[in-house]
């Protein structure tokens, strides 16, 4: 059934914003002039006194010393400084990763060559006196037709008596040497013996040509081919004694230390110089070492800072002097740095305010501005005039800290907070957003990694502020947004991170340092959140959330002194929820609101009838006028209380507009049949004393409090009814309502009435669903 084809259109039924109306035009160009005149004044500050006659520019008129004079040069000096500091000599230091891992190197590669000799065997194989080192030299690693040649040569020397030497040497003259060795051992010691010396040989050979084949695949460069015969013909003695060494030469050029870009020929130069000369494999070790050492040295960039800063503060001042009545500067010249020097000195450089470089930045906080003000549209928040201000607040704060000399001074996780969690996270990205840019391009002085990782803090913390529900969900937060920064700062950091040291001992713990500050300044957000709340009039979900405790004095007062209306209270805050939740309104200020909307009963909990329990009804003892008293009593005996208990004004506002301008219709209907009883007309009953003081609702929220209000008392005496029939009756109680205008300014429209209607019926029968009826043999064996 539609109650609301005929129902007269009231103005201000159309949708509208959710809080309440907005500051005038006036009165928001005001707050857009005041917003970008103070931030363009904290941020342009470097603007404010700015000489006329700087340099460069040309002088409108000679200009002398009106006395002796003597003035530092700071700009000079300090580029000096600044010169001294790039040009400074890079300090350097061992690197503690790459050092023991050269060592290790070296020792693995002799360590290799020490394996290979192992297997190759020892040698001399035989006694020198049998044959000499050249001739055991040549005969392991001679070839395999030369080995033949030898052979023959063996079976020749079994003959006795022994052929004539002449017809035994061969024709090769690498095997002539060894052939008359062999030849002089036979004719001493016999045949049996050269064949014990063959067969020594053949088992040299055997282990040499092993080692040569495992040297081919250890070794990828051709430093032990080079040096085989050598390696392989050396006694164990002197091995070890060249392989000590190389190493205690490797460890005195890597204590020196190796520079990174150092040149082979210079490098080769360092390592002959600690090598003793009259070493034997002094070739070998010279190799070895060229080709394993590296630098080892990198840039300590700690001590290379503070070396340099050392030089630059060093450097002496410069100073600028002059005799009084000379000429400073000619009329036409350009003015140069010593001259302004002079000129600023004597107070002759037409300080004055810089109006240009001001514009310009008001043009830039003017885009800022713009910006949040679209950014607040687009997010359908109605702010006030107060809310304008302490946005405006929260963000001079930023530019203000920047001012001052504390290394920590950026906020922006206490920005991202504040504004995200009493406004809306939109809002306090868009603000943290435009507060990093401006600040970056007004500070000369910024440390951008801290920027950076302020910027990240703020915007998260604005983008989680939304979704917190309680104050120990944002301290958490404040421990997210420490370790992001510290994590974002290091990060930047290590873009020119030095070495490993470094990174521990500095970068670390200045990350870490940072990381506490962000924590800090949203712990100092959350000491500040409940006075701007209070001072300002907001409500956040998290007051909201407090403010809803049934602990809460008046709320714990409500439900001891007057339990029905407590109750009813409990079904209008059901209804009034989910029919906010339907249109998109306020869920949670309309749970406070209304758990807040009949506090005045407890003034007087026997005059309503839903506290009287059955009891005798106060009103029959009373007449009609002074039963409405006691009636409109509890709404201005309920603001006074909430004023008394310092209640936000939205939520103060759900007391008197839950009731609006309503009539009071019994008691109205009782005057009228009283004044008729005693011979007056009806209408001389005055209606207004049998209505509401008001104002109607003028939000949405008190407007769906308003209905819900209206039905509860006639949805919970509905017990058997149908849906339908529910429907009904709300449905005539919301046309009842229309028709009055109570509905006029709160924003509903009337389009919008029926879906709460359908929402109040849903609720209805959750709270009516019938229950399972159990046989009377269960309920018996019950008692």
Same mark, same amino acid.
């Given at each position: 059934?539609?109650?609301w084809s ?20 006036l ?24 000489p ?7 002088a ?13 040069d ?45 297997i ?10 049998? +044959?000499?080192?050249?001739? *055991? !030299?040549? &005969?392991?690693?001679? %070839?395999? /037709?030369? @080995? =033949?040649? $030898? ?71 051709? +430093?032990?081919?080079?040096? *085989? !015969?050598? &390696?392989?013909?050396? %006694?164990? /003695?002197? @091995? =070890?004694? $060249? ?50 050492l ?18 630059a503060?060093?450097?002496e ?18 003015i ?24 310009g930045?008001?043009?830039?906080v ?43 001074n ?50 998260i913390?604005a983008q ?16 997210t ?22 990174l ?78 339907q ?44 039963s ?17 208990h ?10 008197p ?20 009883k005693?011979?007056h ?7 207004q ?28 005496s ?16 919301f046309r ?16 919008e ?5 359908d ?25």
């Open positions: 059934m539609n109650f005929n129902s007269k259109q009231h103005r201000g039924q159309g949708q509208s914003p959710t809080r309440r109306k907005s500051p005038s035009q009165s928001a160009s005001v707050l857009a002039v005041v917003a970008v005149t103070s931030l363009t004044s904290v941020i342009g500050d470097r603007f404010y006194n700015q006329q006659l700087a340099v460069d520019t040309i409108p008129k000679t200009i002398t010393a009106p006395s002796d004079g003597e003035f530092e700071t700009k000079t000096t300090e580029a000096k400084r600044q010169e001294i500091r790039q040009g400074a000599i890079p300090s350097l230091k061992r690197d503690p990763e790459v050092t023991p891992t050269i060592k290790q190197d070296l020792k693995t590669l002799l360590d290799d060559i020490s394996r290979v000799r192992t190759s065997g020892e040698f001399p194989f035989l006694d020198p006196q049998i +044959l000499s080192i050249p001739s *055991q !030299t040549t &005969l392991r690693q001679a %070839s395999a /037709a030369q @080995w =033949e040649t $030898v052979l023959a040569i063996a079976d020749q020397l079994e003959i006795s008596p022994l052929p004539p030497l002449d017809t035994l040497l061969p024709t090769d003259a690498n095997l002539a040497t060894p052939s008359r060795e062999l030849y002089a051992y036979a004719g001493g010691a016999g045949p049996a013996a050269v064949q014990r010396v063959i067969t020594t040989i053949m088992v040299a050979r055997e282990g040499y040509q092993q080692a040569i084949a495992e040297a081919q695949t250890t070794f990828n460069t051709d +430093l032990f081919q080079t040096h *085989q !015969t050598f &390696l392989l013909r050396l %006694s164990d /003695a002197e @091995w =070890e004694q $060249v392989r000590n060494d190389i190493l205690q030469a490797g460890d005195r050029i890597l204590t020196q230390g190796i520079p990174p870009g150092i040149s082979p020929s210079l490098l080769q130069e360092t390592i002959q110089v600690q090598l003793e000369n009259d070493r034997s494999g002094r070739a070998f070790a010279i190799d070895t070492l060229s080709q394993t590296r630098p080892n040295l990198i840039e300590d960039r700690e001590e290379t800072k503070r070396r340099s800063e050392q030089a503060l060093a450097v001042p410069v100073v600028v002097s002059i005799d009084s009545g000379e000429v400073i500067v000619t009329k036409g010249e350009q140069s740095q010593e001259d302004f020097v002079l000129l600023d000195g004597f107070g002759l450089s037409d300080r004055q305010i810089n109006w240009l470089g001001l514009g930045y008001a043009l830039l003017s885009g800022g501005v713009a910006i949040t003000i679209l950014v607040v549209t687009k997010t359908k928040k109605n702010l006030r005039r107060r809310d304008w201000v302490l946005l405006l607040l929260i963000s001079l704060s930023t530019p203000l800290l920047g001012l001052t000399k504390f290394p920590y950026n906020n922006l996780p206490a920005v991202g907070l504040l504004t995200g969690s009493l406004y809306h996270p939109h809002i306090a990205i868009t603000q943290v957003a435009l507060l990093s840019g401006i600040t970056g391009i007004s500070n000369e002085n910024i440390k951008w990694d801290h920027l950076i990782a302020a910027t990240v803090g703020g915007i913390a989680q502020s939304g979704k917190l529900r309680s104050r120990e969900e944002q301290a958490s937060l404040g421990f947004i420490g370790a992001m920064q510290a994590v974002v700062s290091l990060a930047w950091n290590l873009i020119a991170s030095a070495s490993a040291e470094t521990w001992y500095v970068l670390l713990p200045e990350a870490l340092i940072f990381g506490f500050s962000g924590t800090v300044w949203i712990i100092i957000a959350l000491g500040l959140s409940p006075y701007l709340e209070r001072f300002f009039e907001l409500l956040t979900p998290i007051r909201l959330a407090e403010l809803s405790n049934p602990n809460r004095p008046l709320l714990a007062k409500l439900a001891k002194e007057t339990p029905g209306t407590f109750q009813h209270t409990l079904f209008v805050a059901s209804l009034a929820e989910a029919a906010g939740r249109l998109g309104c306020d869920v949670e200020l309309i749970r406070a609101g209304t758990l807040y909307h009949d506090i005045g009963k407890t003034h007087d909990p026997e005059g309503f009838i839903e506290n009287q329990q059955g009891g005798p009804n106060k009103h029959d003892q009373l007449s009609p006028y002074e409405v008293e006691i009636i409109r009593k509890h709404v201005t005996e309920g603001e006074k209380m909430a004023k008394k310092k209640l936000p004004k939205a939520i103060r506002d759900f007391i507009e839950h009731q609006g301008t309503m009539q009071i219709s019994y008691f109205y209907h009782q005057a009228r049949a009283l004044a008729e005693e011979g007309p009806p209408d001389s009953v005055d209606e004393l049998f209505r509401y003081a008001g104002p109607i609702p003028q939000s949405r929220e008190t407007g769906v409090v308003m209905l819900a209000d209206s039905c509860e008392a006639a949805l919970r509905l017990k058997e009814a149908t849906p339908d029939q529910a429907a009904i009756m709300v449905n005539r109680i009842a309502r229309w028709q009055d205008g109570q509905l006029a300014e709160s924003g509903i429209a009337k389009n009435l029926p879906s709460i209607v929402v109040f019926v849903k609720v209805w029968e959750q709270y009516n669903h019938k229950r399972i009826a159990y046989p009377q043999a269960v309920l018996e064996s019950r008692r």
